[in-house]
């Protein structure tokens, strides 16, 4: 597996997005995730976005993360918001989203990034036990989401 850096709007992010939207809507019946997310958000040094290549050079997961901020939306100075964490179906239990979640701990630690931050839903069982088995808890809720009774919100100290 090869994970690189590349923009939110390269062709393979496009893709794979558009993937993990219709996934959101099958799940939730709403349209998908509708936070406002830009290409700027995820050019470091504020930000990234990695996609993992099979060995083929196929796209098969995702995973970014922006810059936060205190904000009306309960996100804290130094804040990494976890974005579009994604694997393709077929690909699924192999332990590609724990390595793109480690390379994004990493990378938000390195960029001084103080904790990661992420929003998930109570129809994404398998989401919630990876962040769990990884160390995150249950924080304030944040973001677009935070009134949603289906909204789930966990954070994990980087530290150093």
């Known amino acids: 597996m090869n994970i690189r850096r590349v923009s939110f709007d390269h062709p393979d992010a496009v893709k794979l997005n558009d993937e993990v939207q219709a996934e959101y809507h099958e799940r939730y019946g709403d349209g998908g995730d509708a936070t406002v997310l830009e290409p700027a958000h995820f050019e470091p040094p504020r930000g990234v976005y990695f996609i993992a290549y099979d060995e083929g050079g196929r796209p098969v997961a995702t995973g970014g993360w922006r810059s936060q901020d205190s904000n009306g939306e309960g996100n804290e100075d130094g804040d990494a918001e976890l974005k579009r964490m994604f694997v393709i179906r077929e690909m699924r239990g192999r332990g590609l989203a724990r390595r793109i979640l480690t390379a994004l701990e990493e990378d938000a630690r390195a960029a001084g990034r103080l904790r990661m931050v992420l929003e998930t839903g109570t129809e994404q069982p398998e989401a919630i036990a990876l962040y769990t088995s990884s160390g995150y808890r ?8 935070r009134a949603y009774e289906s909204s789930r919100c966990f954070a994990k100290p980087l530290g150093s």
């Open 138 to 145: 249950a924080c304030t809720k944040f973001g677009y989401y």
